[in-house]
């Protein structure tokens, strides 16, 4: 063949009888590659990519002396492996590779708020959420003697966890600490927040034992006090995954 694929077999063969042939040694830039024995006939995996020389030596039967066919240059596509699957998990997933070639084993790995359901050492996976949070799903591919390591896939498990920070509403600048008799706004942070009010569920819990914690919805909802003490301000949202762990 004039083209094939990175990692991907192809037949090579010489324009002769088999009957004639005794053996013939195939080559891949100057490399022995295969040795196949009363046929010219061999099946080849070419591991580079670009441009390859592919050459033979050929033994006629009732000859001793060796003879070199001319070289022939082929072009090998790139075969490039990478995880396909969605970007998060409620439940389950499954995640892929593709393209990959026959002989090819998969090691994959999950960071520990996942788990590897079943296809361990096969080309596709059914992967399970254990804990909400950022997850990671990586793999290496082993294909003739080669280990190739795929580029990890982040993914998120569960609803993501909020992050909230405090602002004074007449700078709108965040701050560590708030004033007593000043207006201030609490709002949540990040990519991927529900867009709408009720999908977030704010609870403020102020130092008095006797006075009944205060619930909010929205993005952010503003807040002022006159008495001093320790807030314990909460939020949890709900996202495609259903309600997230209150933060």
Known sequence: PSEL?????????????????????????????????????AQLTINQKGTVSVSAVLSLKGCTEMITIPAIDVNVEETVFSIS??????????????????????????????????????DSVLVQKRMDGIGIISAVVSINGQDIPLPQKTIQAGTDFPVFALYDAASNMQVQVGTVGSNHYFQATGSNLPAYPADFYWTVVSPNPDEIPMNFSGRQFSYSTNEEGYYSISLKINGECGWSAEN
């Not at 192809?10 to 295969?34: C, H």
């Open 5 to 41: 694929k990175q990692y991907h077999s192809a037949i090579f063969s010489l324009n002769l009888p088999d009957e004639n042939v005794s053996s013939v040694t195939w080559k891949i830039n100057g490399v022995n590659a295969a040795n196949v024995v009363n046929t010219s006939t």
């Open 85 to 122: 699957g969605p970007s998060s998990i409620c439940s389950q997933a499954t995640y892929t590779i593709n393209n990959l070639p026959e002989g090819a084993t998969v090691q994959w790995n999950v960071s520990r708020n996942l788990s590897i359901v079943t296809g361990q050492g096969t």
